[in-house]
């Protein structure tokens, strides 16, 4: 488990770094295009290109907010609870989770070989939108992995994951 543990670990701060390259060349991308706009030459097919980018800003940030818990958590009622209760409620929901996104990770790499059989490309560039689909993919794979080892440390007891 250690070593899994320490494999997911890499790949989750390999894919924060790709997240973060992508939300930089958005920006770039952006920027090109609003000060093209200003001598009439915008930037031909910026908005497919931010618009993938951002696809791959999210799905390569899932397992990073994940372990930071910089997610959005509903805890209004939540922290009333003993803590006991709310262990267990934690462990059910990772798990709840972990279920959700193993079938949506199965699901969107169904629609990828979909896509990629039909061959669809974007509108503009005519850029293959399947490779987005499978990046997004991986993401919520990566993501269903940081979940079940989640759940494995929840059923052992074992501690919780350390933030860097």
């Known amino acids: 488990m250690h070593a899994f543990s320490k494999i997911l670990d890499k790949t989750r701060i390999a894919m924060r770094a790709v997240a973060a390259f992508c939300l930089c060349g958005m920006a770039l991308i ?3 295009d609003v000060a093209g706009r200003f001598w009439d030459s915008p930037l031909f097919g910026s908005e497919e290109l ?9 799905g390569l940030s899932l397992p990073e907010a994940h372990v ?15 803590r006991s209760v709310r262990h267990l409620l934690h462990g059910l ?11 949506v990770t199965w699901r969107m790499v169904d629609y990828g070989l979909t896509m990629r059989e039909s061959g669809v ?9 399947y490779m987005v689909v499978f990046v997004l993919a991986f993401g919520f794979l990566v993501f ?7 759940v494995v440390r929840f059923v052992t007891g074992s501690p919780a994951q350390d933030k860097e």
Do not use: K, W, Y
């Open 30 to 32: 952006t920027g090109t």
């Open 50 to 58: 931010v618009t993938m980018l951002a696809v791959f800003v999210v």
């Open 68 to 82: 930071q818990r910089s997610h959005i958590g509903v805890e209004i009622f939540v922290r009333f609870l003993p």
């Open 93 to 103: 929901t990772t798990l709840v989770a972990l279920l959700l996104f193993a079938v």
């Open 121 to 129: 490309l974007s509108m503009n560039l005519e850029l293959p939108e």
């Open 144 to 150: 269903t992995l940081h979940l079940m080892r989640d």
